[in-house]
T-cell receptor, first 113, second 114 residues
Framework: RKEVEQDPGPFNVPEGATVAFNCTYS??????FFWYRQDCRKEPKLLMS???SGNEDGRFTAQLNRASQYISLLIRDSKLSDSATYLC??????????????FGTGTRLLVSP | DAGVIQSPRHEVTEMGQEVTLRCKPI?????LFWYRQTMMRGLELLIY????????DSGMPEDRFSAKMPNASFSTLKIQPSEPRDSAVYFC????????????FGPGTRLTVL
């Protein structure tokens, strides 16, 4: 079982639609959570952190459920420019004493006119 | 400011050849990470350094892979000998310090081993 699991998609939605992605993680020691965005043939970039209380950044809302080990990302009023792969990322401690990021394989979103 | 710089951007080589990938982290960043990305396995952490010292190389797939960071502004990932299954995009990322959550990725090196 992968440490971070995501539905690969693709999610095909029309402009203006609301779309939600889910992610589950297996390591209960995980401490921090993020969504990264990766455009086709580009590098991943941080989209937003995910806080226990839930947080919003414009059209994007992220939520965390620690009990269920579940993270979500909601995108409202989808734009063509939102088309990308969204990577669920978990930061967890290792036996070196440092933390490391563990990436899901990503959910692909295609927004059409 | 320049971001993370990687070279080459594309590399095509034949099985058995040595491949060296290069990375220059963002100035002032103390931690550097090497990742490999494939369709099947996604983004996998290979090795990371803190203050030029390798911290965890448990993600390095085989002895054919090695990485060095001789100074704060340069790192290499070497594959010798290369095999077709090494074909992937290799990303280098840096962050200000370990535990700081935002990692800044370079543009990647797309490696094809024939």
């Amino acid at each position: 079982r992968k440490e971070v699991e995501q539905d690969p998609g693709p999610f095909n939605v029309p402009e203006g639609a609301t779309v939600a992605f889910n992610c589950t993680y297996s390591n209960s020691a995980s401490q921090s959570f993020f969504w990264y965005r990766q455009d086709c043939r580009k590098e991943p970039k941080l989209l937003m952190s995910v806080y226990s209380s839930g947080n919003e950044d414009g059209r994007f809302t992220a939520q965390l459920n620690r009990a269920s080990q579940y993270i979500s990302l909601l995108i409202r009023d989808s734009k063509l420019s939102d088309s990308a792969t969204y990577l669920c990322v978990v930061n967890r401690p290792t036996n070196t004493g440092f933390q490391k990021l563990v990436f899901g394989t990503g959910t692909r979103l295609l927004v059409s006119p | 400011d320049a971001g993370v710089i990687q070279s080459p951007r594309h590399e095509v080589t034949e099985m058995g050849q040595e491949v060296t990938l290069r990375c220059k982290p963002i100035s002032g960043h103390n931690s550097l990470f090497w990742y490999r990305q494939t369709m099947m396995r996604g983004l996998e952490l290979l090795i990371y350094f803190n203050n030029n010292v390798p911290i965890d190389d448990s993600g390095m797939p085989e002895d054919r892979f090695s990485a060095k960071m001789p100074n704060a502004s340069f790192s290499t990932l070497k594959i010798q000998p290369s095999e077709p299954r090494d074909s992937a995009v290799y990303f280098c990322a840096s962050t200000r310090e370990l535990g700081h959550n935002e990692q800044f990725f370079g543009p990647g090196t797309r490696l094809t081993v024939l």
